[in-house]
């Protein structure tokens, strides 16, 4: 199989993954049939009301036809009415989305590069004392939830050394000055929960490429062990630390969510909260759809750069 | 198995005990201990009113870790939240393990069409994130704990399945399960008395990741306001509504987040020393 019939075929998964997701996000939301309505006009439902509201959003139509008017509106950029105030959406999101990419785009130059360091620093001498650390810092890392982090980071730079904000809802024209404040304490939460995940996993990678025999002849050749790890072992696991990466990036998806609710940061994880909590089934659905996007997103392109790096795929025999 | 090898086993087990392992058992036996006795030990109910004060600091009017929001006895919430988050975490985790390993088993052992089907459908839900689906689910049900338990328990289950399948298609390619076969035996009997002794350290290694798992879940769902409702908390929703305590300057907020993570690390470094020892791994999972 050569190498554009590989890539072709993954979009094509990756397309029909889009496709599945939204099926899931549709039916998982129009479990309870009706609930729309009724979530609409609240307490006061009478029957007749409820029969206006239904036939008037189309929802007395049978499920599949609902469905791919609800996927053509979606592709179109119609992402509908909030039911909590009645505004557009997509509006909603729009003036969001550059907060949660700024955060999260922030974060990922941070962590990936450092992650990637701590790693291979990591897998230089697996054992030894600095790999130990590393190992048991990211493992602790792992195990405790984001929250605490940000928990701890608020005691002591806001409330103990009254640095940083403990809030940092962004509403648009502030200064450079103010934001890069009011983003510093996420970023950092941010930063240490996928950090210690990608370090965990850069080093395993790089362990497995150290384990294999060309390796193993390149010491026995006597190659110094800097260019070893630099020269023979990098560019071979390559592949699988671009898929850490891109695992990772999606890591921070339900990272978002709980540091946005956290430090009241007006993006995107904290709108589908607010959503969900108020029951508002069109935004929830919406931004499910982004997020999913994005993680099946970041998923297909690690495979597809896998493919790319793998040279037995590039030159085929 | 005679008496003599499992009593040398357990021997073995116990000479093998690091002092990091001990200290994680030890953590865990009181974990244990606090959330089936909580409301014995508790020195309060959980939902008395003992101060006038909201967010006393630890050692006031003699309350151990001092008041929460509403003036209640912090360290007995902590108790019995302790109680609800370990109670639905090893539901999830129990679940999750038996469906996923079950269904794992079953799509190495019958092979083809079964075993093809099985794991697009695992790959199609493993393609979405899981706190999307949890969040979609709470929107459309509202949230509930056994709805809460069932959605984890799901989302789990998926991952438990992708473990016990690559450790089930390791055995499955072995002598003794040909023979098994030839010899007449059932599918069912292959899995229970081939497969599931053999695949039996890594999955236990899997089950106390799949706890931790659950507790950071349930947690982060609480911790944003979708998992367990008032008047009931687990470790997670005392971190929610305590918050504003941070202002104060108290660790309201703070204990329940360390007793987490007390328990999410204790369990994480018994699966690493377990897996170790036992020289057991689990198949990659990235």
């Known amino acids: 199989m050569n190498i554009t019939h590989l890539i072709l075929r993954r979009l094509g998964i990756g397309v029909a993954t889009v496709f599945i997701v939204s099926l899931l996000v549709f039916v998982g939301t129009e479990i309870l049939p009706g609930d729309i309505a009724h979530a609409i006009l609240g307490q006061g439902a009478t ?23 609800w996927l053509g509106n979606l592709i179109t950029g119609d992402l509908g009415t909030s039911l909590a105030n009645g505004g557009s959406i997509a509006d909603d999101i729009r003036e969001r989305a550059g907060n949660t990419f700024m955060l999260s785009g922030i974060t990922a130059l941070i962590a990936v590069p450092l992650s990637l360091l701590l790693g291979l620093i990591a897998s230089t001498r697996p054992g030894g004392i600095v790999d ?40 648009g024209g502030e200064d450079i000055f103010k934001i890069v404040r009011a983003l510093t304490l996420p970023v950092i939460t941010l930063v240490f929960t996928v950090l210690a995940h990608m370090t965990r996993m850069t080093r395993t990678a790089v362990l497995n490429v150290l384990a294999s025999p060309a390796i193993e002849m390149a010491f026995l050749k006597g190659v110094p062990k800097w260019r070893i790890i630099l020269l023979h072992a990098l560019p071979n696991a390559i592949a699988p630390i671009i898929n850490v990466i891109a695992l990772n990036l999606a890591y921070l998806i339900s990272g978002i969510v709980v540091i946005e609710t956290m430090f009241n940061y007006t993006g995107l994880g904290r709108l589908m909260v ?5 029951r508002d089934i069109p935004l929830v659905q919406a931004c499910a759809m982004i997020f999913c996007s994005i993680y099946i997103l970041l998923n297909m392109s690690a495979d597809i750069i896998s493919i790319v790096a793998n040279p037995r795929i590039r030159h085929p025999k | 198995m005679t008496t003599e090898t499992k009593k040398s086993a357990i021997l073995d087990l116990y000479e093998d005990l690091t002092p990091t392992a001990i200290l994680c058992i030890f953590c865990l036996v009181a974990i244990v201990f606090v959330s089936v006795f909580a409301p014995f030990i508790a020195p309060f109910d959980e939902a008395e009113i003992i101060s006038d004060e909201s967010f006393l600091s630890a050692g006031d009017e003699s309350l151990i ?17 302790t109680r609800v988050t370990v109670y639905i975490s090893v539901t999830i985790a129990t679940l999750a393990f038996f469906v996923g390993s079950m269904f794992g088993f079953l799509a190495a052992t019958l092979g083809g069409i079964y075993d093809a089907t099985l794991s697009r459908v695992v790959d199609a839900l493993i393609a979405f994130p899981s706190i999307m689906l949890a969040m979609i689910l709470v929107t459309a049900l509202g949230p509930s704990i056994p709805v ?12 438990v399945y992708r473990v016990a399948r690559a450790l089930a298609m390791d055995i499955i390619v072995q002598d003794y399960i040909e023979v098994a076969k030839v010899r007449g035996e059932g599918y069912g009997w292959i899995m229970w008395h081939e497969i599931l002794p053999n695949a039996f350290a890594p999955l236990a290694a899997e089950f106390g990741i799949r706890f931790t798992y659950a507790i950071l879940f349930i947690s982060a769902l609480s911790f944003l306001g979708l998992g367990v409702q008032p008047p009931h908390a687990d470790l997670g929703a005392l971190v929610r509504e305590n918050m504003q305590g941070l202002l104060y300057g108290t660790g309201a907020p703070i204990y329940p987040a360390l007793c987490i993570a007390m328990i999410t690390i204790s369990v994480n470094l018994i699966v690493d020393w377990f897996l170790k020892r036992s020289d057991a791994s689990l198949p990659d999972e990235f």
């Open chain 1, 47 to 69: 029957p007749e009301l409820v029969a206006n509201i239904r036939a008037r959003l189309g929802l007395d139509d049978p499920a599949h036809i609902r469905y791919f008017r």
């Open chain 1, 132 to 171: 130990r650390i590393i190992s048991s810092t990211t493992l602790a890392l792992i195990s405790v939830p984001d929250f605490l982090i940000a928990v701890l980071l608020v005691m002591f730079f806001s409330v103990y050394m009254g640095w940083l904000p403990s809030i940092s809802s962004l509403r």
């Open chain 1, 274 to 278: 607010q959503g969900v909590i108020t």
């Open chain 2, 65 to 81: 870790l001092g008041s929460d929001y509403l003036g209640r006895d912090m360290l007995s919430r902590i108790f019995y939240g």
């Open chain 2, 148 to 159: 809460l338990i069932i959605t984890i328990a799901f989302i789990d289950s998926t991952r």
